[in-house]
């Protein structure tokens, strides 16, 4: 079956960087692409870019745009968040969701089971 | 950007009723060429990931029990709980993906009356 196992919680001060890592398994890794979606306590959730399993490509919202780098690693089949200049407003937990094909215009099939990044002094 | 907007914020329905929920967008998400809506409903329940119940609007996905139903096209979008039960207690959230950024809508509560 179709698992999304995430890394564990963070704590980080502001300014640092945060990699979050999404191991996939239960398919091939390379015929899907990887989404990654934010949730900040109360708000909705707001997604942060893809990455295509297959040849790396990367779309990125314009709001993180400079701030987020998605990354994968295929031997591993796993894909990679890393998010960087972190601020209080960046505490949330972060999801990794598969879409079943490699365009990225597909519903979001399997998700992993979150990580929560908590940023603080 | 597209912006989803859902009605209502909170929705308390009794059980064996239906629950109806409203996803509207800012713009069409109805790709002609292929005439697909790229709307997509999801549940979440507290402390879980979202769930996909319903994709290209009116598909529901495999497992999904059939009193989930997803209708309209274009900009105007309903989510249908035909006959509620408790386990359907959760935050139900329309997406696009139509295109880029993905949007979600705020999503709506369902609560038991």
């Known amino acids: 079956q179709v698992q999304l196992v995430q890394s564990g919680a963070e704590v980080k001060e502001p300014g640092a960087s945060v990699k979050v890592s999404c191991k996939a398994s239960?398919?091939?890794?390379?015929?899907?692409?990887v989404h990654w979606v934010r949730q900040a306590p109360g708000q909705r959730l707001e997604w942060m870019g893809w990455?295509?399993?297959?040849?790396?490509?990367?779309k990125y919202s314009q709001k993180f745009q400079g701030r987020v780098t998605i990354t994968r690693d295929t031997s591993a089949s796993t894909a990679y968040m890393e998010l960087s200049s972190l601020r209080s407003e960046d505490t949330a937990v972060y999801y990794c969701?598969?879409?079943?094909?490699?365009?990225?215009?597909?519903?979001?099939?399997?998700w992993g089971q979150g990580t929560l990044v908590t940023v603080s002094s | 950007d597209i912006v989803m907007t859902q009605s209502p914020d909170s929705l308390a329905v009794s059980l064996g009723e239906r629950a109806t929920v409203n996803c509207k967008s800012s713009?069409?998400?109805?790709?002609?060429?292929?005439?697909?809506?790229?709307l997509a409903w999801y549940q979440q329940k507290p402390g879980q990931p979202p769930k996909l119940l319903i994709y290209?609007?009116?598909t529901r996905e495999s497992g999904v029990p059939d009193r989930f139903s997803g209708s309209g096209s274009g900009t105007d979008f309903t989510l249908t709980i035909s006959t509620l039960q408790a386990e359907d207690v959760a935050v139900y959230y329309c997406?696009?993906?139509?295109?880029?950024?993905?949007?979600f809508g705020q999503g709506t509560k369902l609560e038991i009356k």
């Open positions: 969701a598969r879409s079943s094909g490699n365009n990225g215009y597909e519903p979001f099939d399997y």
């Open positions: 997406q696009q993906y139509y295109n880029t950024p993905r949007t």
């Open positions: 290209w609007a009116s």
């Open positions: 239960g398919y091939t890794f390379t015929s899907s692409a």
């Open positions: 990455i295509n399993g297959d040849n790396g490509n990367t």
């Open positions: 713009s069409s998400v109805l790709y002609s060429s292929n005439n697909k809506n790229y």
